[in-house]
């Protein structure tokens, strides 16, 4: 029994492999993907038929004489998976079919993130609200869902450690309190390995097979896509590049101690400089708001910088000499294929931010190590994260694991 499950395993995944990659397949280019017979194949390739995950949807003449070849291909479209994204200023749901088409990308400006039983009621109700509001969609077709949370998520237990880790989430992990809630299988991820497992999966970056992947946003997250594997270490928390201890600043991070590189690499970090400087007597278009005691966003940052303020240019360029320098030592570790650059700050104008990053990054790493590592921006954008969260609800629905 165990040695079928995992010729089952191997062969599913070749065969969603080929349908991401060509959206269909033929019995032959499995089986010499995966070593075993046409006629094991053709067990399985039964089976998904069967199950409806699969269906017949052409026949190709190989040779002048004998029969057709079937090509195999998505049995039925109306099957869907749903990604939550969830940062401290917006949330974003977007539905993607198994055929790994986004749908639809919904956006809510106004939620705010807090650690609270009503937040997470917040999230279970924008699902179905999405659903409810598409046309020809129900809950029995959407198979699964996946959440992206910041922070430290351990995603192979469904427990997050940072937010909604709520008194009844110790004993109940949080990925059956949200399924309950919903109706609908859920599985939870760190926004971060998200985002890196879209970029990957969707992006140029797919032909590279060693990946660091930066979000740069309200905090740092690192990801990181290691001999084509999205990497997690011992309990799913690594990435966690902003809580690195390198600076005697004496500012206290969020996560509790002192000297983090988030302290100095971050929206929150800008946020915290330019209302400082603010109050110091310079001046921006930002003044009034600073003045006023609201609370500054990186969408308040990124309209400054297009709206040229000095300040918050300086500010944005001085962090981002910052990260290359630290990105610098990543570079001689990892020896990475390439650097994607992602997360809201990401989205300004190379000139103001990712100039800067690249170069700190050749300043400061070996030349031998940088030479052919392109640094770029996310192709994906702000959509990275939530088509991550649909393609890991959908790879992990349909074959327990990521591709």
């Keep these: ?184 299988p859920v599985y939870i991820e760190n926004d971060t390995k998200a985002m890196t497992y879209g970029e990957y999966m969707s992006g140029h970056s797919k032909s590279y097979r060693n990946m660091c992947y930066l979000n740069i946003g309200w905090g ?27 600076y005697d600043n004496n500012i206290l991070c969020h996560c509790g101690k002192k000297g983090c590189l988030e302290t100095e690499v971050s929206g929150r970090a800008i946020a915290r400089k330019l209302t400082e400087r603010i109050q110091a007597g310079e001046t921006s278009v930002l003044s009034g708001k600073v003045r006023s005691g609201a609370l500054i966003t990186t969408s308040d940052i990124i309209q400054a910088v297009e709206n040229e303020d000095a300040l918050c240019i300086e500010l944005l360029s001085t962090t981002a000499t910052e990260l290359g320098h630290q990105l610098a030592g990543l570079v001689n570790i990892l020896n990475p294929d390439i650097i994607v650059i992602g997360g809201s700050l990401s989205k300004i104008e190379s000139y103001y931010f990712l100039q800067y990053t690249r170069l700190a990054i050749r300043q400061y790493s070996l030349r031998l190590m940088n030479q052919d590592v392109p640094v770029i921006s996310s192709e994906l954008g702000d959509d990275a994260a939530v088509i991550g969260a649909c393609l890991i609800a959908r790879s992990k629905t349909l074959l327990g694991e990521l591709l």
């Excluded at 990801?223 to 690195?244: A, Q, R």
């Design 1 to 184: 029994m165990g040695n079928e499950n995992m010729v089952s395993t191997i062969i599913r995944k070749s065969i969603m492999l080929h349908i991401m990659r060509n959206g269909s397949f033929m019995t032959a280019e499995i089986s010499d993907d995966t070593g075993y017979s046409t006629t094991t194949v053709a067990k399985y390739i039964a089976q998904l038929i069967k199950e409806g995950i699969l269906s017949e949807i052409d026949k190709v003449s190989m040779h002048t004489k004998g029969r057709k070849t079937v090509r195999y291909g998505i049995g039925s479209e109306d099957r869907y998976f749903i990604g939550v994204d969830i940062s401290a200023f917006e949330m974003r749901i977007g539905l993607m079919d198994i055929s790994g088409r986004m749908i639809k990308v919904e956006k809510d400006t106004d939620f705010r993130l807090n650690n609270t039983h009503d937040n997470l009621e917040e999230i279970c109700e924008g699902v179905k609200g999405l659903i409810d509001a598409t046309e020809g969609l129900n809950a029995s077709m959407v198979l699964g869902i996946n959440i992206n949370l910041p922070g430290r998520v351990n995603s192979s237990k469904g427990t997050s450690a940072t937010v909604y880790a709520l008194e009844d989430t110790t004993s109940t992990p949080l990925v059956e309190i949200l399924s309950d809630k919903i109706g609908i």
């Design 220 to 246: 740092l997250g690192l990801g990181l896509i290691l001999n084509g594997k999205l990497y997690y270490g011992k309990d799913g928390y690594s990435g966690e590049f902003g809580h690195v201890n390198l």
